[in-house]
């Protein structure tokens, strides 16, 4: 039959999307209903009907899946953070390792590939060491502070946010206070008039040091002195509170200016044994913990002894191959953005390490450029963005002949891709773990060990 907007109908869901929605089947026909799990019974409205797909709202749930559990957090429905704060967190892992597992059999035909357990999180909550909250202003004029709704800029206010640590809640009551009082017009991006844009916290999970970082739209503040005062009084281990100088007219986060008004310039944590600076324009890992577990994991795939030049191909602020730095001979980092490579010649500077250096360009360049040179590197560690690796960069790599790759990967899809592609110049993957860097959201993280000529189905 033809499924028309606004038809009701019941369905079992039966997956879940990329994006965390579910998926059922209405005679053929895949329908994505966000907010449910895979074993629910449900009613649906439909709301948008396609050729070959439909969106649809629950109306009623007929059948509770054995995954459900009462969703924690009031804005869930709401916000675009989190996707599966409704199922358990051991039914979250699983559709997890299962997106990865579809993935590589799929996309990459490695049926046989070993997969290890997906490397769970201790706490699904108060794991974000890093909020970027977007201001705006509610129908009656007061300031919503929060995250925005799915797909769209409208701001849902949020009073505190589970993923978070206590103390950004209460850094953001100490702004709502002191903004209500004293604050300037709150920024407005269609008519790039106003002042503030954003409020921007960060924590040293080690360290217990927060950041507190506003993006405005000017130089400076009315009521500066009377901000810090604010912060002060309410966060625990304050240690820095900044202004980002932000005038430009785009949805990009941040400026390129910032001005201490009172602290350090800079926090510190440490990760995998080492002392990272955390200013408002460094990029660190948001998920301090999980990206140590995914650090080891990269580490015990690289198997390095001491005699081997590494490779980082992505290295961002150095943070993956600085941790490994001690295992090797000698480590070259490679990263297009100038302002990370400048962090990451930092980070290695501030822990001693001499045997490191990082170059900024391309990857798929830098990469041609050392083969060129005729320097090969023994291990190659990769870690794209969601794109994945352009197929002249994994050739490049396989034609270094590293004894082994690795991997890490933000996106399955596109990591089974690249394998597909690296097992035809002989790098065949051995194992692959998945990692939940993100519990509640519906990312997943993989690294996964490549080596030379070795063949899994």
């Known amino acids: 039959m033809e499924w028309k907007k606004n038809q009701e109908a019941q369905v079992e869901i039966t997956g879940v999307t990329a994006q965390g929605a579910g998926v059922g089947r209405l005679e053929g026909l895949a329908v994505f209903v966000p907010l449910t799990a895979p074993g629910d019974v449900v009613r649906i409205k439909l709301l948008k009907v396609a050729k070959n797909y439909a969106w649809a709202k629950v109306t009623e749930l007929l059948a509770p899946s054995p995954l459900r559990q009462e969703p924690d957090c009031p804005q869930f429905a709401q916000c675009g953070g989190c996707c599966y704060r409704h199922i358990t967190y051991q039914g979250e892992l699983e559709l997890k390792a299962q997106r990865v597992r579809d993935a590589l059999v799929r996309i990459g035909g490695f049926p046989q590939l070993p997969l290890a357990p997906i490397l769970g999180a201790e706490s699904r909550s108060g794991y974000r060491n890093k909020a970027l909250l977007p201001l705006g202003r509610g129908k009656d004029g007061q300031l ?73 739209n000017a130089p400076r503040l009315r009521h500066e002195k009377e901000l ?181 990967s933000c996106d399955p899809a596109t990591l089974a891709r690249d394998l597909k592609l690296f097992a035809q110049l002989g790098y065949p993957p051995v194992e692959a773990t998945p990692v939940d860097m993100f519990p509640g959201t519906a990312h997943v993280e993989t690294v996964c060990l490549l080596k030379r000529g070795e063949h899994h189905g």
């Not at 269609?190 to 503030?196: D, E, I, P, Q, R």
């Open 144 to 216: 919503t502070l929060g995250f925005y709704a799915v797909n769209s800029h409208r701001v849902v206010d949020c009073p505190r946010c589970l993923l978070q640590p206590k103390e950004f809640d209460l850094a953001m009551e100490a702004f709502r206070r002191w903004a209500a009082q004293y604050g300037d017009p709150i920024y407005d991006e269609t008519s790039h008039t106003g002042v503030l844009r954003r409020l921007y916290l960060r924590k040293g999970f080690r360290t217990g040091e927060v950041l507190a970082c506003v993006v405005a």
């Open 228 to 408: 810090v005062e604010a912060f002060r009084e309410q966060v625990p281990g304050l240690a820095s509170v900044v202004l980002n100088v932000h005038r430009d007219k785009t949805n990009v986060a941040l400026g390129k200016e910032c001005r201490t008004l009172w602290g350090k310039d800079a926090i510190e944590d440490q990760l995998c044994g080492l002392t990272f600076r955390l200013s408002p324009l460094s990029f660190y890992q948001v998920n301090r913990d999980q990206a140590e577990r995914l650090y080891e994991k990269a580490a015990e795939y690289a198997a390095l002894t001491g005699a081997e030049f590494l490779l980082d191909l992505y290295c961002g602020t150095g943070t993956i191959g600085l941790s490994m730095a001690n295992r090797a001979k000698k480590l070259l980092g490679v990263e297009v953005i100038p302002q990370a490579v400048e962090n990451a010649r930092e980070n290695a500077r501030a822990n001693g390490i001499s045997n490191a250096s990082f170059l900024c360009g391309d990857a798929a360049q830098a990469a041609a450029e050392l083969e060129a040179r005729g320097e090969r590197p023994q291990v190659v560690i990769l870690d794209p963005p969601r794109k994945g690796c352009s197929p002249e960069l994994v050739r490049t790599v396989a034609a270094m002949a590293p004894q082994r790759v690795v991997y890490v």
